[in-house]
């Protein structure tokens, strides 16, 4: 599609330049004045404009539909962490603990990222998980999330085996905050609600302010207005 914009520019080219030679040998012999020549060059870019425009409207539309593409691509990948049948709801008054029981795991068969681990972060607890660069702390977090299931052993989060619980109430608990990150065209308000967007404005501020983002956030242009672009 990219050479259909080259081709008309051509075409018109040569349709001006076939009306300037015939025209003006025309001109030069006096059988046509120069205004009807002159006119018929306006003709001719008036006819080309529109096909130009939409040869360009094809491209874009070719684009749009590659992206549409990978889009459905990605919809369409299976699901293969759901909720049982009986799945309990992880109540708000859990007391925050979360556990490792023998964890064993990883993206790709007889290739585990973790293997056996075993770990427990006491309610009130603060732990850092420190290590080189692809030993398995983003997966251990994704765990937690329950993004992936286990390939044996448990990861407990309040005390219920994540596989008992219903993701959305799983999803209110865990909270995560990503090593890159990633902020939606819109205003800063609009970026730290996104999440719960019935969120007040007083709510958004004390979430600002349990983070430490407060004062940060009042510095900016327009405080918690400023829109915030790509
Ligand atoms: N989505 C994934 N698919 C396949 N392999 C992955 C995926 N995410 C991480 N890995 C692999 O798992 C290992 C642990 O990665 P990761 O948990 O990101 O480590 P860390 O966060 O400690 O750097 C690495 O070898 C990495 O290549
Ligand atoms: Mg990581």
Request: charged share 20%.
């Amino acid at each position: 599609a990219q050479v259909m914009v080259p081709i008309v520019d051509t075409l018109t080219g040569f349709a001006m330049a076939t009306v300037i030679v015939v025209g003006g040998s025309m001109v030069l012999s006096h059988s046509l004045d120069v205004g009807v020549m002159v006119a018929f060059l306006f003709y001719i870019q008036r006819f080309f404009d529109p096909i130009r425009s939409l040869t360009m409207q094809y491209s874009v539309m070719q684009r749009a539909m590659a992206s549409g593409q990978r889009i459905s691509e990605v919809l369409d990948v299976p699901v293969d962490v759901s909720d049982k049948d009986k799945a309990v709801k992880l109540s708000r008054d859990m007391d925050g603990s979360v556990e490792f029981r023998n964890v064993t795991f990883g993206y790709r068969q007889h290739l585990p990222v973790l293997k056996n681990v075993s770990f427990r972060v006491n309610p009130g607890e603060t732990v850092a998980l420190v290590g080189p660069t692809g030993s398995g702390k983003s997966s251990s977090m994704a765990l937690v999330h329950r993004f992936y299931d286990v390939w044996s052993g448990q990861v407990l989060v309040g005390g219920h085996d994540v596989r008992d619980l219903t993701q959305d109430s799983l999803g209110e608990q865990v909270a995560m905050v990503l090593q890159e990150p990633f902020l939606f065209s819109g205003t800063v308000l609009e970026n730290i609600r996104y999440h719960k967007t019935g969120a007040s404005r007083e709510e958004v501020v004390r979430a600002a302010l349990a983070v430490g983002a407060h004062d940060f956030i009042e510095n900016l242009p327009d405080g918690y207005d400023t829109e915030l672009e790509q």
